[in-house]
């Protein structure tokens, strides 16, 4: 069973302050990993997408993956209250045929930005 | 550009009964997917299709099945409705299913 684990949280953090979100994954030959957020009551909406080692920054986003330790994070730099959501980290396995993607979610993690 | 648009909003069933959810992609996305999420498993994966062929199927029982059509747009059936099949149901599109997905709104299914 491939898997994806994420602390459930609550997190909270005080306004302006850094954020970090964490994902393991099971599955070691995995190779596309997606940061989504979403706020009460609607749809997840993606945020970051990384594919190789080190860091990816979007402005005040950045995505580390580390494929030896099978980690993926997310660091929120001065965040705000209106970051206040929950954060899947999705993994999308190769094996799924080829062409096919078949994203595994983890059940994510619920930030909470105190102003 | 639209995004991608899933009908009815919200629905209402009652055990025993089967229903339809629609989903119309982005302009251009062939690879359709489609997810259940509750509070308790999260997002699971239900299955994905392209050029009107089901490429991928999540470990759901046979009442759950799809199609899609040759303009992209997908429909999903359940039939004999079970109270556990209360749910979010959402759809995604992509262009490449690498790049990531852009999820619809989803549509809130009760079961009573």
């Known amino acids: 069973q491939k898997e994806v684990e994420q602390n459930s949280g609550p997190l909270s953090v005080p306004e302006g302050a850094i954020a970090s979100l964490n994902c393991t994954y099971s599955?070691?030959?995995?190779?596309?990993f997606f940061w989504y957020r979403q706020y009460s009551g609607k749809s997840p909406e993606l945020i970051m997408s990384?594919?190789?080692?080190g860091d990816k920054e979007d402005g005040r986003f950045t995505a580390q993956l580390n494929k030896a330790s099978q980690y993926v994070s997310l660091l929120i730099r001065d965040s705000q209250p209106s970051d206040s959501a929950t954060y899947l980290c999705?993994?999308?396995?190769?094996?799924?045929?080829?062409?096919?993607?078949?994203?595994?979610f983890g059940k994510g993690t619920k930030l909470s930005v105190i102003p | 550009k639209a995004g991608v648009t899933q009908t009815p909003r919200y629905l209402i069933k009652t055990r025993g009964q089967q229903v339809t959810l629609s989903c119309s992609p982005i302009?251009?996305?062939?690879?359709v997917s489609w997810y259940q999420q509750t509070p308790g498993q999260g997002l699971q994966f239900l299955f994905e299709?392209?050029?009107?062929?089901?490429?991928n199927k999540g470990n759901f029982p046979g009442r759950f099945s799809g199609r899609q059509f040759s303009n992209s747009r997908s429909e999903m059936n359940v039939s004999t409705l079970e109270l556990g099949d209360s749910a979010l149901y959402l759809c995604?599109?992509?262009?490449?299913?690498?790049?990531?997905?852009?999820f619809g709104s989803g549509t809130r299914l009760t079961v009573v």
């Open positions: 302009s251009g996305h062939r690879s």
């Open positions: 999705a993994v999308n396995p190769p094996y799924s045929g080829a062409g096919s993607y078949q994203l595994t």
């Open positions: 599955d070691r030959v995995s190779q596309s």
């Open positions: 995604a599109s992509s262009a490449d299913g690498g790049m990531g997905y852009t």
């Open positions: 990384i594919y190789s080692n």
């Open positions: 299709y392209f050029s009107e062929t089901q490429r």
